[in-house]
């Protein structure tokens, strides 16, 4: 079996795992400073989505951390591809959930400010922004397990 760096139990995925978790968590944390965010559908469906990435994030960062200082998790065809379908499945949603925050943000401040007050869409651009970042690191993390799957 070769170790395909940012795969399961190498450090890079304990980084990857652990940025994802980090930019998630920013994402819902700015999402949620503004009061007015469950009166669009995007924002509450990127609420949504980023409340399932973080306990798939944190835990897989708890498994990552486990298998970097103790160095003996075996892998498991089985295990590795169900860490591998959630990745996707939750990478895609996660996509999704950033693109429409980021469209209605743009779409809100086009409109004027009496829809969406300044503050308030700084907040929800800087949350899609995050939600973006948690994507592609959840992406690459995904592709990087996948490159796994074969040689096990």
């Known amino acids: 079996m070769e ?3 940012g795969s399961m139990g190498t ?3 304990l980084a990857l795992r652990l940025g994802q978790a980090i930019f998630s968590t920013a994402s819902l944390f700015f999402m949620c400073l503004g ?3 469950y009166s669009y559908t995007a924002f ?3 609420v949504t989505v980023m409340g399932l990435l973080i306990p798939w994030s944190v835990t897989l ?3 990552d951390v486990y298998s970097v200082f103790v160095k003996c998790l075996p892998h498991r065809p089985k295990v590795l591809s169900a860490i591998i379908i959630g990745d996707w499945v939750l990478s895609f949603l996660s996509l999704a959930a950033a693109s429409s925050t980021a469209s209605v943000t743009d779409l809100l401040l086009d409109v004027g400010t009496s829809y969406c ?3 308030m869409c700084s907040r ?3 949350s899609a922004a995050m939600a ?3 994507w592609f690191l959840s992406f690459a993390s995904a592709l990087f397990n996948l490159w796994l799957l074969p040689s096990l």
């Open 132 to 134: 973006f970042l948690s």
């Open 61 to 63: 960062v708890l498994v």
């Open 117 to 119: 007050p300044a503050k």
């Open 35 to 37: 009061i007015d965010f």
């Open 124 to 126: 929800y651009q800087l």
């Open 11 to 13: 450090s890079a995925s």
């Open 44 to 46: 509450c469906y990127l």
């Open 3 to 5: 170790d395909v760096p």
